[in-house]
T-cell receptor, first 113, second 110 residues
Framework: DVKVTQSSRYLVKRTGEKVFLECVQD?????MFWYRQDPGLGLRLIYFSYDVKMKEKGDIPEGYSVSREKKERFSLILESASTNQTSMYLC????????????FGSGTRLTVV | GQQLNQSPQSMFIQEGEDVSMNCTSSSIFNTWLWYKQDPGEGPVLLIA?????ELTSNGRLTAQFGITRKDSFLNISASIPSDVGIYFCAGLPNDYKLSFGAGTTVTVRA
């Protein structure tokens, strides 16, 4: 089975800190995605990447950046964390050219205080 | 990305009940997917539908791909307590980027 691993289940950071959320997938998927999930708002796409060193903005990229230096790893960066970035963050991956959907990680619950 | 219209937003289930939820879109999709998210976990794929009119089952779950390709529904028969969670529909157009519904939160009725 494809596994998508998010490095932390829970994180607490201070306002203004630089925060790195790491995601690794082990099945050679081309596409990787970062979502945030908030009650009543569903899953909102922050950034995605369809190849190494490639990135595309999603629906809510403000306040975030990403890095994809290797195919298996996709990092989400909060340059200066703010309290409104407290959320559940989900990473996902998929194969190009198929309709199998995404495989999600278990999520990182980030609290910014 | 386009948000799908998923309803109901939330529902309460009693053990043994059949429940249903659906998803509609203004656009045509080539694939419909249903995910379930347990509390504190990431969504997990339940059922994938690839053909208009297709009816697919996975245990007590049944899902259908609408004939118009703009809607899908999910039925859960004979609910059990572990059915609680958030159910998401997702549609895949011609590219690889899914559009998601806002989710249906299923809770056990006290």
């Amino acid at each position: 089975d494809v596994k998508v691993t998010q490095s932390s289940r829970y994180l607490v950071k201070r306002t203004g800190e630089k925060v790195f959320l790491e995601c690794v997938q082990d099945m050679d998927h081309e596409n990787m995605f970062w979502y945030r999930q908030d009650p009543g708002l569903g899953l909102r796409l922050i950034y995605f990447s369809y190849d190494v060193k490639m990135k595309e903005k999603g629906d809510i990229p403000e306040g975030y950046s990403v890095s994809r230096e290797k195919k298996e790893r996709f990092s989400l960066i909060l340059e200066s964390a703010s309290t409104n970035q407290t959320s559940m963050y989900l990473c996902a991956s998929s194969i190009t050219g198929t309709n199998y959907g995404y495989t999600f990680g278990s999520g990182t619950r980030l609290t910014v205080v | 990305g386009q948000q799908l219209n998923q309803s109901p937003q939330s529902m309460f289930i009693q053990e043994g009940e059949d429940v249903s939820m659906n998803c509609t879109s203004s656009s045509i999709f080539n694939t419909w997917l249903w995910y379930k998210q347990d509390p504190g976990e990431g969504p997990v794929l339940l059922i994938a539908l690839y053909k208009a009119g297709e009816l697919t089952s996975n245990g007590r779950l049944t899902a259908q791909f609408g004939i118009t390709r703009k809607d899908s529904f999910l039925n859960i028969s004979a609910s059990i307590p572990s059915d609680v969670g958030i159910y998401f529909c997702a549609g895949l157009p011609n590219d690889y980027k899914l559009s998601f519904g806002a989710g249906t939160t299923v809770t056990v009725r006290a």
